[in-house]
């Protein structure tokens, strides 16, 4: 597939790899701060390849394993009403609640859809008048901009029965967050190349200078993955703390204006809670008080609801790079794919999903030694 | 609320969902939620040894006039009509294959409707005239049929379940337990186009396709290998859940490892466009036209050569081979050169967030 094979060359990537066995002289601890990267390290086992000394960690960046279980349960609560039509994303129907998933709200006669897109739900407002329309808008700073749209285009339609329940979440209060716990192991980052092709990165020059790490943005092909370690550890080995472009055909300092306009236009930041970490300040959006009509939690009056989770699986160390998937007892034995006990084997792009998918084999041999 | 407040060492978790109470989407995914279905609802019940050979069709043994392979296959494609086919050439292709894939000759099909009130007849007679078109096409006759009506609402359409009956060709074993170590795995051609060109006929993804599914008889192309060589230890067309499903099917009935070479499996590049933008990974989508053959190494040529010959079998390549380390398991060698597993489909397949 043109622009994409090239950046699976198995000789590309081992030329690049080669320059990291050259310019690696300790161990260094990296974070991919994206699920997508997650993913597509274990799918393409880059990992396998690294030289000994770079450890890499999977960070929290799945918005479907972040999403907290009380927005969950708002979810389900809204899905179940006879009058909605439940949008959401494919992976969000998987996720538990405290007691059920939106599979379990389809199953008992809820009209719950999975959409590619919101402007789809905005579609299906249109063409049935009489049913809400809900859609889960859920993600980190790559979805926000379709998102939005949808709000802003029921709005010029002047739609009343669409509305959105937000649960949306930034990347760079999760690397302050993440930065500023004393357990921290974390030495450089991947930055999300889709995140900043939306944002740009000229919001982590600050966050690299407070905590003297460098960052490295990175996009998501094979190639892309082990150009952003590389240019990681030529700052780490250099000891130059700055934030490099690793994924220039995408990304660009300032970022896609027109995106960043329309989402603050329609959200504002709010504290957010994240599945398995807990509650970081001013982490993510919600919709401004002007747009509360297309406000789901307010429509359906679910805001009161809450839910507690408890502490049964090692999920918030995994999404903070403290502990691997296989670290946790649980894992590949009562927690699989089909019955996930925590976050990060919910979503496809969740660590645990992807190294239980991929990585089963040396998860047992690990285990057997 | 301070930076302090943030508790960065809290484990969280929430409760498992087994979806043991009542039926989910899943369990009709072809995959791991399926096999647990029949597992603890139908094999418990029915329990025989051709249905826990668990292979694509029955061998059952009536008599002295040989053995007679057996299948049944429900569908419920929607929309009726896509590129490429149709639920009633599905219908009999679905059927047909399972039956030839234990080395059979697909003789005889019986077809049972659920017509939904109001169906157009013209919709009817176009579904049927494709069924004759494929049954003729794979020298089959549909001999009996069943009809019933159900309420508007009640169901999509039309659903059809087929059964089948046919020959087995005499001193034949194939299943997917008789897999040997060294054997190697032909795939007939590519993979996920069937599932991508219905997913893409739904309208729902945003772009257009020229893709067709690969809808078709295979019992033609098995008698072609079948004529050429003996060695052929398993045949099986990885339809719902894909060729990682169908493999690790194998893998577990032959307690055998199977390792497979990434850059060998041929993908269109439409389908793996669908797949990059929806976060679907092509070794888990149906295919209705291909099949896998599990075959002996010295005669893996001949076969290749007589596949190569034949319509459905032009593309056969040789995607793997089997091992007897990591048994029960599917390992594939990426294209950049590492391993990694591949599981069986999981329950539904769900398109990725971002």
Redesign the interface.
């Known amino acids: 597939?043109k622009y994409?094979t090239e950046y699976?060359d198995?000789a590309l990537?081992?030329g690049v790899i080669e320059e990291i066995r050259r310019t690696v002289t300790r161990t260094w601890t990296i974070m991919e701060i994206c699920g997508?990267q997650t993913?597509a390290i274990?799918?393409?086992?880059?990992d396998?390849?690294l030289p000994k000394e770079i450890e890499l960690v999977h960070g929290p960046g799945c918005?479907?394993c972040v999403t907290p279980?009380e927005l969950i349960d708002k979810a389900l609560a809204i899905a179940a009403r006879p009058e909605v039509i439940f949008c959401s994303?494919?992976?969000?129907?998987?996720?538990?609640?405290?007691?059920?998933?939106l599979?379990?709200i389809?199953?008992?006669g809820g009209d719950v859809r999975?959409?590619?897109?919101p402007l789809?739900a905005v579609n299906l407002a249109q063409a049935n008048p009489d049913k809400q329309v809900v859609f889960f808008a859920?993600?980190?700073e790559?979805?926000a901009p379709p998102n939005v749209m949808s709000v802003l285009q029921a709005q010029r339609l002047g739609l009343k029965n669409y509305s959105i329940l937000v649960s949306h979440v930034c990347v760079p209060p999760a690397i302050?967050?993440?930065l500023?716990?004393p357990?921290n192991r974390v030495q450089g980052f991947l930055l999300a190349g889709?995140v900043c092709a939306v944002m740009g990165y000229w919001e982590y020059p600050s966050l690299s200078e407070k905590f003297r790490v460098p960052m490295a943005v990175t996009g998501f092909e094979?190639l892309d993955i082990v150009q952003g370690i590389l240019t990681t550890v030529r700052l780490l080995e250099d000891g130059r703390v700055e934030v490099a472009n690793a994924y220039p055909r995408a990304v660009t300092l300032e970022g896609n204006r027109p995106a960043q306009a329309a989402i603050s236009k329609v959200f504002m930041a709010c504290?957010r809670k994240w599945?398995?970490?807990?509650?970081?300040?001013m982490s993510g959006w919600c919709l401004r008080p002007a747009f509360d009509e297309f406000n789901a939690e307010k429509r359906f009056e679910v805001e009161s609801i809450t839910a507690d989770?408890?502490?049964?699986?090692?999920?918030?160390?995994i999404l903070?790079g403290l502990k691997k998937p296989h670290d946790c007892t649980a894992f590949g034995k009562?927690?699989?794919?089909?019955?996930?006990?925590?976050?990060t084997m919910?979503?496809?792009?969740g660590a645990c999903a992807a190294y239980?998918?991929?990585?089963?084999?040396e998860m047992n041999q690990s285990m057997q030694s | 609320m301070s930076e302090e407040t943030v508790n960065m060492e809290g484990a969280v978790c929430a409760p498992p969902l087994s979806h043991t109470d009542q039926i989910v989407m899943g369990h009709g995914a072809g995959g791991r939620m399926g096999h647990q279905l029949i597992q603890k609802a139908f094999l418990p019940a029915f329990q025989n040894p051709a249905l826990s050979a668990g292979d694509d069709a029955a061998r059952v043994n009536p008599g002295s006039n040989g053995q007679l392979s057996i299948s049944t296959d429900a569908h419920v494609v929607w929309p009726l009509f896509f590129p490429g086919g149709d639920i009633g050439r599905l219908a009999v292709c679905g059927t047909v294959n399972d039956v030839a894939m234990l080395g059979a000759r697909p003789l005889y099909l019986t077809a049972g409707f659920i017509l939904e009130e109001g169906l157009p007849m013209e919709t009817l007679q176009r579904v049927v005239v494709s069924m004759q078109s494929a049954a003729m096409e794979a020298g089959v006759q549909i001999v009996a049929g069943d009809t019933k009506v159900v309420q508007k609402g009640k169901a999509d359409g039309l659903y059809i379940t087929t059964a089948g009956v046919g020959l087995v060709r005499s001193g034949l074993t194939i299943g997917g337990a008789q897999a040997r170590e060294g054997d190697v795995i032909i795939l007939s051609g590519s993979i996920g186009d069937h599932g991508i060109a219905v997913l893409a006929a739904r309208g729902e993804l945003g772009f257009q396709s020229s893709l067709k599914s690969d809808v078709a008889p295979l019992n033609h192309l098995v008698a072609r290998m079948l004529d050429t060589s003996r060695n052929i230890h398993v045949l099986r067309d990885p339809t719902r859940g894909g060729l990682a499903t169908t493999l690790n099917e194998i893998a577990v009935q032959s307690n055998l490892g199977i390792v497979l070479n990434e850059e060998a499996i041929p993908v269109h590049p439409e389908v793996n466009a669908a797949c990059e933008m929806l976060g679907f990974d092509p070794l888990y989508i149906a295919n209705e036209g291909k099949l896998v053959a599990v075959v002996a190494r010295e005669d893996a040529g001949r076969i290749l050569e007589a596949m190569h010959g034949t319509r459905y079998g032009e593309e056969a390549v040789i995607v793997g081979e089997v091992t007897s380390e990591t048994r029960g398991r599917v390992l594939l060698k990426t294209a950049i050169g590492s391993t990694r597993v591949v599981d069986m489909l999981a329950g539904e397949m769900l398109p990725r967030i971002c």
């Open positions: 597939m994409v699976r198995a990537v081992k997508g993913h274990v799918r393409h086992g880059i396998q390849l918005p479907v279980l994303y494919g992976d969000m129907l998987r996720v538990p609640g405290s007691a059920r998933d599979f379990s389809k199953a008992q999975v959409v590619y897109s789809d859920i993600g980190f790559t979805t302050q967050a993440i500023s716990s357990a889709h094979p504290d599945r398995g970490i807990g509650t970081i300040p989770e408890s502490p049964l699986c090692i999920a918030g160390q903070q009562e927690c699989t794919t089909e019955h996930p006990l925590g976050a919910v979503s496809s792009e239980y998918r991929y990585g089963r084999v």
